[in-house]
């Protein structure tokens, strides 16, 4: 099918698999862009799905769908699969959607901080290691063949208001490619069903750049908001709060020299562009005020693993991350006493 056969491709089975805040813009933009999308979801999303259907405000408007939603076994194998849990919940959700991935079907995990996959494709003393933090015993490497994965990042700040409905007023923007470095024809067809649902994509033959450039908007910010409980325009406006954000990003700019990537941004324009998001909580200041678990492998812990391979020392990564965790803790146990 070509590319450009853009009626064949609202044909495709589409899944997306985790109803939270970017798992709700994503199936609601793809059925804004005509695209007939499953929802795989459980508990409460599940209901309230079922019931209304799934709901987003964004700056284009207000926009209500009804989609087939169940669990995965209710589907037939998918073309294209969208994964979009909380990275902890990835191992779970994997468990649960296998009988939805066919030999052919497109894996697009849209998480957050360093991926599972990270070392797959990839050449030299590191090939093929799995990332401890967000992977520890292997079981993502094991469930997802790596030649079906499509590496994403995305620069979507949306917020889940209630289950079923998410609200986002900026851009949307999503950088997509294959995790061996190739520009694929399938990669070219990812984008156009993304295009055609109004999400602004690039293609990149260097997702690893993408990856980076991602973690570190998100290393620099999440975890500080955890502590600070700063939106993002007030932790890169204030001048204290900035500085920690500025002295983590400049920890893990060696991390990211010794893989062999860079970051696609100019650290200072990173800065300044935390200020221009306005008063928008970070995905973890969301789940710490729900009483959900924090992303701090991913985020946070999985930079750490891989800054320590390479003997390199992040102080203040080190103790924002531990300052997070203990919020965290102290957050759960409030809610267990209440």
Excluded at 129 to 151: E, W
Aim: net charge neutral.
């Amino acid at each position: 099918m070509s590319v450009f056969d853009r009626n064949g491709l609202r044909d495709l089975q589409i899944c997306v698999a985790g109803p939270g805040a970017i798992g709700l813009t994503l199936a609601a933009r793809l059925s804004v862009g005509g695209f007939q999308v499953a929802v795989i979801a459980r508990n409460e999303s599940l209901h309230a799905i079922r019931e209304s259907g799934i709901r987003l405000i964004d700056r284009e408007g207000d926009h209500t769908f009804r989609v087939d939603v169940g669990s995965a076994s209710a589907f037939p194998k998918q073309d294209i699969l969208f994964l979009c849990p909380k990275s902890q919940d990835m191992p779970a959700l994997a468990n649960a959607v296998r009988s939805v991935v066919g030999a052919d079907t497109i894996i697009v995990p849209v998480i957050n901080g360093i991926p599972w996959w990270y070392f797959e494709g990839e050449a030299g003393a590191w090939a093929g290691r799995h990332v401890r933090s967000v992977d520890p015993d292997g079981s993502l490497k094991s469930i997802f063949r790596s030649s079906q994965i499509i590496g994403t990042t995305t620069v979507i700040t949306a917020e889940r208001v209630q289950p079923g409905f998410a609200k986002t007023f900026n851009p949307l923007q999503m950088t997509i490619g294959e995790i061996n470095n190739e520009i694929s024809p399938r990669l070219e067809r990812l984008a156009a069903v993304l295009q055609m649902s109004g999400i602004d994509v690039q293609i990149t033959w260097r997702i690893r750049d993408a990856v980076w450039t991602k973690v570190v908007r998100n290393l620099i910010s999440n975890p500080v908001s955890a502590v600070t409980g700063a939106t993002l325009r007030e932790n890169f406006g204030d001048g204290y709060l900035a500085e920690v954000s500025r002295q983590m990003l400049y920890e893990v700019l060696p991390v990211i020299a010794a893989y062999g990537a860079r970051l696609e941004t100019d650290p200072n324009t990173i800065l300044a562009a935390g200020r221009k998001m306005g008063d928008v909580k970070t995905s973890m200041l969301q789940d710490l005020e729900r009483g959900a678990p924090l992303e701090l492998a991913a985020i946070c812990d999985a930079v750490l693993e891989l800054a320590a391979l390479h003997g390199i020392s992040m102080p203040v990564t080190q103790a924002i991350t531990g300052l997070a965790r203990f919020r965290s803790r102290c957050n759960f146990a409030m809610q267990a006493a209440q």
